[in-house]
């Protein structure tokens, strides 16, 4: 069973423009991941964010948590074609070693 | 170049057939999960060790689906008999410390049942 919600399912935007993914969760967490996955491949880990971390930076991505809402905010700043992929956030408990996927966004990135 | 290797990564059989997929995780990665993916419910965890030990298999059909890790660089993943709702594609992954690090995928065996 999945953990997370994401949305949108699908966005589209201009390259240049920025993109925001949102990811909702369930149960309680130790941390919260973000992967990308292109078309046929399997997935790429971009960032993790720890529980008691409000806000992660890593190049032109910046991820947000809120705990008390249970969910957490991707952002790509500067888009570009190339980042054009499905997103999925993933949930970790590092008591059980479990890592649960979201349902994922898919991002077109318009030339 | 550390990866995880999957195989096959394309595999069409008739229903009935026995289907074993493979997993070689990253040498050492003692955390190792089994994915599917399909449009419908996406990313599904069906099994997942560590240090070699099942932890946890129950999102496995049990009476078809059996996962293994006959040692420490091999991870099977066996449907038998196969349907067609099988049809998927199923990733294996591999971590150090899962979840509370990243999780490494291999490329997938995408599995078609007719």
């Known amino acids: 069973s999945q953990q997370g919600e994401e949305d949108p399912q699908a966005l589209s935007i201009q390259e240049g423009e920025k993109a925001t993914m949102n990811c909702s969760y369930k149960?309680?967490?130790?941390?919260l991941q973000w992967y990308r996955q292109n078309s046929g491949r399997g997935l790429v880990h971009l960032i993790l964010?720890?529980?008691?971390?409000r806000e992660k930076h890593s190049g032109r991505l910046r991820v947000t948590l809120d705990t008390s809402k249970k969910s957490s905010s991707l952002l790509i700043t500067a888009s570009r074609a190339a980042d054009t992929a499905s997103y999925f956030c993933?949930?970790?408990?590092?008591?059980?070693?479990?890592?649960?996927f979201g349902s994922g966004t898919r991002l077109l990135v318009r030339p | 170049d550390a990866r995880v290797t999957q195989t096959p990564r394309h595999k069409v059989t008739e229903m009935g057939q026995e289907v074993t997929m493979r997993c070689q995780p990253i040498l050492g990665h003692n955390t190792v999960f089994w994915y599917r993916q399909t449009m419908m419910q996406g990313l599904e965890l069906l099994a997942y060790?560590?240090?070699?030990?099942?932890?946890?298999d129950s999102g496995m059909p049990k009476d078809r689906f059996s996962a293994e890790m006959p040692d420490a660089t091999l991870a099977t993943l066996k449907i038998q008999p196969s349907e067609p709702r099988d049809s998927a594609v199923y990733f294996c992954?591999?971590?150090?410390?899962?979840?509370?690090?990243?999780?490494?995928f291999g490329q997938g065996t995408r599995l078609t049942v007719v």
């Open positions: 149960t309680s967490i130790n941390n």
């Open positions: 060790f560590r240090n070699r030990a099942p932890l946890d």
């Open positions: 993933a949930t970790g408990a590092d008591s059980s070693y479990k890592l649960i």
């Open positions: 992954a591999s971590g150090s410390h899962v979840g509370g690090t990243e999780a490494f």
């Open positions: 964010i720890r529980s008691n971390e």
